[in-house]
T-cell receptor
């Protein structure tokens, strides 16, 4: 069974600095997808970034980028120029690309990020 | 913008009551999901549906059932609520299985 591990339950960063959130996963699959979701306090969960396992190039979305290391099964999220609005719970998630339960997300336990002024 | 709405933000029910949580999406999505979110455990999939009247169990279906009679609506049912079902419940939907899931605001259910 696939598992997703986020080893940092809580982190903090100063406004305008850079922070990296860690995520590792365990799978024997070769075709899968990885996601980072953000859940601001009392607000809806939204997608931050998505990565296909078959793509070697790391995904980027504005200030958000990932470091995808397939062999190491690592998928970290880097937030550059942190803003107060980045304060949220961040979840790493894994999705199988084929076979049973394809399309189902498996979430890590989350990292609570606080951006301090 | 995709909108996923849930019938209640907060709900308090008594042990043994039958509880209905409703979810509606307005983007004609094929797929809908129910998750449970608990501190320190992340999100866990309860049930999902890839078509009207079709449902499949997720990782923690025990004590829950679902109904999808119309494409836009996916209901989660607690047949006899218990205190260990006190949690935040999140609904999500998407059109393509391998792309972004859009989440509702969540229902915080307390069973006393």
């Amino acid at each position: 069974a696939q598992t997703v591990t986020q080893s940092q339950p809580e982190m903090s960063v100063q406004e305008a600095e850079t922070v990296t959130l860690s995520c590792t996963y365990d799978t024997s699959e070769n075709n899968y997808y990885l996601f980072w979701y953000k859940q601001p306090p009392s607000r809806q969960m939204i997608l931050v970034i998505r990565q296909e396992a078959y793509k070697q190039q790391n995904a980027t979305e504005n200030r958000f980028s990932v470091n995808f290391q397939k062999a190491a099964k690592s998928f970290s999220l880097k937030i550059s120029d942190s803003q107060l609005g980045d304060t949220a719970m961040y979840f790493c998630a894994f999705m199988r690309g084929y076979g049973g339960s394809q399309g189902n997300l498996i979430f890590g336990k989350g990292t609570k990020l606080s951006v301090k002024p | 913008d995709v909108k996923v709405t849930q019938s209640s933000r907060y709900l308090v029910k008594r042990t043994g009551e039958k509880v209905f949580l409703e979810c509606v999406q307005d983007m004609d999505h094929e797929n809908m999901f129910w998750y449970r979110q608990d501190p320190g455990l992340g999100l866990r999939l309860i049930y999902f549906s890839y078509d009207v009247k079709m449902k499949e169990k997720g990782d923690i279906p025990e004590g829950y059932s679902v109904s999808r009679e119309k494409k836009e609506r996916f209901s989660l049912i607690l047949e006899s609520a218990s205190t260990n079902q006190t949690s935040m419940y999140l609904c999500a939907s998407n059109q393509d299985r391998f792309y972004e899931q859009y989440f509702g605001p969540g229902t915080r259910l307390t069973v006393t």
